[in-house]
Every structure is written in C-alpha cells, then in structure tokens.
C-alpha cells in the first residue's frame, strides 16, 4: 500500500525550461509535505517544504503547489539546470512534521543542455 | 561542518555476521530517524529515536534488527546475522524538535552503503 505515489519515474526537460514533479498521496493525515534532491551516493539534500495550512511555498528557483482536495502536490523548477539533474524525492509526515516520513520512490531528472 | 554523520559509507558482510551502522546527528538536533532503501526504491522508515529512547520502531524488522541512541556517543543500527536481503544503503536522518516551531524538517547523512555477500 504506497501512501505516496510518484508516477512517474524519470522526466526529461531542456536546459532553460521548466521542471515539473508531481506527487500523489492517500493518507488525509499527511499535514507536511517535503521534497527532497538526491545523487547517486549521497544521502537526500532537503529542497523545500509545505505545510497543508498553505497551497504554495517558494524559495528561489523552486516552488511546491499543495492542492488537498486533490491529494496532489508538484515542484516546478524554473529554470532547470543541467546541475538539477538528480532523482526527486517527495516525503509526507503527519503532525507537523513530527512523525517519520513516508517517501515516494522518486523521479529522476535530467536536464539536457 | 555541522552536517548528519554516518559511518562508515560502505559496509561488506558476509552472511552471518554482525553489521554495526553509526550516526552522529547535527549539532542541537536530539531526534534521530533510520530509513533503508532498497534499489530502485524510495526510502523506507525503520526507526525513529530520541536520547535514550525508542519513540516508534514499527518499520523494523522484529529480527535481527536494533538501534539505539545512549546519551553520549552516535546512534547505532545493529544488525544480527545478516542476510543477503540486508544489502542495501541505510539513511539516518535528525532534526531538532524545538519547542514552539510548528514544523520539523529532516536533514539526511550521507548513508551507509551494505553488502552482504
């Protein structure tokens, strides 16, 4: 039973352009919602972060849409760099966070030059 | 560099002996969090520790398997007899838990990297 969903395994964008993950997740309880950067041999690097009190956070580059009816969350990148190019990791906690983290299995991204 | 701290990064076993992971969280973080990622898979949760105690363990296998978190010193996962199912990278994670602020986040080690042979 996978809580959170990641449908699509890797998404190709050209260098410049925007980057869009998405993220699907069942439990109602989720109130925290993370995504994180991975490289091959290195542990997760937290990106950014929203709270289910709010729909949009944004920081640089990088913005996460909640939309809770939905159950549906996505991080846009713009612009992508080909330094981007990892595999994206979206995470749902309950109780603010306070409670261990259920991952996706990941996206990976490649930003073509 | 006040990053998660995870010894060593790569780990070879063979079949029956002991594997021990260890974890030094960032500096004022006092909650730390074990998660295992299989190829190809996201990351899984298996325990999650303060100082001294056990606060959920429900993603570890009742076998084998144990960590703990003493008031001085890393957090270790131990792992008894290990199989070659056990083979995989290993995340510690802490965070803060500070008082007043509504939210957590997680910062990552750089994982421990399993083979079993």
């Known amino acids: 039973d996978q809580q959170v969903k990641q449908n699509s395994p890797s998404l190709s964008v050209q260098e410049g352009r925007i980057s869009i993950l998405n993220c699907d997740y069942t439990n109602s309880m989720f109130d925290y919602f993370l995504w994180y950067k991975k490289y091959p041999a290195e542990g997760p690097t937290f990106l950014i972060s929203?709270?289910?009190?709010?729909d949009k956070n944004e920081d640089g580059r990088f913005t996460v849409f909640l939309n809770k009816s939905a159950k549906h969350l996505s991080l846009h990148i713009v612009p992508s760099q080909p330094g981007d190019s990892a595999v994206y990791f979206c995470?749902?906690?309950?109780?603010?966070?306070?409670?261990?983290?259920?991952f996706g299995k990941g996206t990976r991204l490649s930003v073509i030059a | 560099n006040a990053g998660v701290m995870q010894n060593p990064r790569h780990l070879v076993r063979r079949r029956g002996q002991e594997a021990r992971l260890r974890c030094s969280p960032m500096?004022?973080?006092?909650?730390v969090y074990w998660y295992r990622q299989l190829p190809e898979e996201g990351l899984k949760f298996m325990v999650y520790?303060?100082?001294?105690?056990?606060?959920?363990e429900s993603g570890m296998p009742k076998e084998r398997f144990s960590a703990e978190f003493p008031k001085e010193g890393p957090s270790i996962l131990r792992i008894q007899q290990v199989v070659r199912g056990d083979s995989a990278a290993y995340f510690c994670?802490?965070?803060?838990?500070?008082?007043?602020?509504?939210?957590?986040?997680?910062?990552f080690g750089p994982g421990t990297r399993l083979t079993v042979l």
């Open positions: 995470a749902a906690s309950g109780n603010s966070g306070n409670t261990p983290l259920v």
């Open positions: 520790l303060q100082k001294e105690n056990i606060i959920d």
């Open positions: 994670a802490s965070s803060p838990r500070i008082a007043g602020v509504s939210t957590d986040t997680q910062y």
């Open positions: 929203i709270s289910s009190i709010k």
């Open positions: 500096k004022g973080h006092s909650h």
